[in-house]
């Protein structure tokens, strides 16, 4: 009796463990990919820290280049998004080595370097301009509220932080408000035109 009640445990054991097994091979694992759309559907809903988390969880799963840009381009919005922006940049640079034509991510990356601490603002400058000029209409794809006006107004900001007054000028008096004039060669003018960048950057936010 005692022998055949231990076979039957033994059986059922074996039947537990098979059916465990059998289970598991049938768990499904979220992919790199998946991460990243994750990713992008919280970072549109404004939940930037969960956002962040997917896009990380999906580099450190990442088999190929095209999901290891894809994770570092999300992040690099994601800490972007929560005032990162060392960390942002670090991001941007490592998805444009793998997708070097990606207008999405060189704004990103511009947007970066003139966020403090970073105050990078020639690199800010010329990486602006790469994308408007491959791309004089661009828009985020995930976020439509930013685009090439913002990139402009950073334009502005850029070179009046590099007192290229002329050039902020410019961007002004193109992009913002056509009847603006100052003489900038003066301190009133030069004056002026800061409290002018700033009523340009209160609106669009």
């Known amino acids: 009796m005692q022998k055949r009640l231990f076979l039957l445990m033994v059986i059922l054991t074996g039947t537990l463990l098979f059916c465990l097994s059998c289970e598991k091979k049938g768990v499904k694992k979220i992919t790199a990919s998946e991460l990243i759309q994750q990713g992008w559907l919280k970072f ?5 820290a969960g956002a962040e988390s997917d896009f990380s969880a999906a580099l450190s799963i990442s088999t190929n280049a095209t999901d290891s840009s894809g994770a570092f381009h999300g992040l690099g919005w994601a800490q972007l998004r929560q005032n990162q922006g060392g960390l ?15 207008n ?8 970066a370097c003139y966020t403090p601490p970073q105050n990078k603002f020639r690199e800010a400058i010329d990486t602006a301009n790469v994308v408007l000029s491959s791309d004089p209409t661009w828009v985020f794809r995930h976020d439509a509220s930013i685009d090439s ?3 402009h107004l ?3 900001q850029c070179y009046y932080n590099s007192a290229i007054f002329d050039s902020s000028l410019m961007q002004v008096i ?6 603006f004039w ?6 009133a003018g030069k004056d002026t035109l800061g409290m002018k960048i700033q009523e340009w950057g209160s609106e669009i936010m």
């Open 182 to 187: 100052q003489d900038v060669s003066t301190s």
């Open 44 to 48: 549109e809903a404004g939940n930037f």
């Open 174 to 179: 193109n992009y913002y408000d056509s009847n």
């Open 154 to 156: 950073l334009l502005a």
């Open 88 to 102: 942002a940049e670090n991001s941007f640079v490592k998805h444009l080595s793998l997708s070097p034509g990606s």
């Open 104 to 111: 999405d991510g060189r704004a990103g990356l511009a947007f």
């Open 149 to 151: 006006t913002d990139l």
